[in-house]
């Protein structure tokens, strides 16, 4: 049974009232996606061993994005599979307004894990 919890926990991911799921990985590649609900706010942090583009289908939600030495970059509004690309050193938040979906695919230094794992607040 504990080779199960393991696989369960490497599977499913939570980061406040947000949840994630693998649902792809494949050496350093992996792809979560994950529901954030309405009313959530995600601070601004960076994942400093992935590569991302997220796509976000949203009817209301606002995301920011800061590369170093740059200001923050703001979108607004409903989202319908709309690309960002996070490097691992850009700062990102996220508030949603209305619930969220976010498929994040990923492409790692190291191992993958979770974007809630290798999480740095900004």
């Known amino acids: ?15 406040g009232r947000c949840r994630g799921v693998v649902v792809w990985r ?25 590569n991302s583009t997220l796509r976000l289908w949203s009817l209301d939600a606002d995301i920011g994005v800061r ?7 703001c979108e607004m509004g409903g989202f319908c599979g709309r690309a960002f690309q996070i490097g691992p050193q850009d700062a990102h938040w996220l508030q949603a307004w209305r619930p969220t979906v976010i498929l994040n695919v990923q492409r790692w230094a190291d191992s993958p894990t979770s974007a809630a794992v290798d999480w740095v607040d900004a």
């Open 67 to 73: 590369r170093p030495g740059q200001e923050w970059r």
């Open 1 to 15: 049974m504990n080779w199960l919890r393991q696989l369960l926990a490497s599977v499913f991911h939570r980061h």
């Open 26 to 50: 494949w050496a350093r590649t992996q792809v979560e996606l994950w529901w954030v609900p309405a009313e959530e706010r995600v601070t601004a942090h960076t994942h400093p061993r992935i």
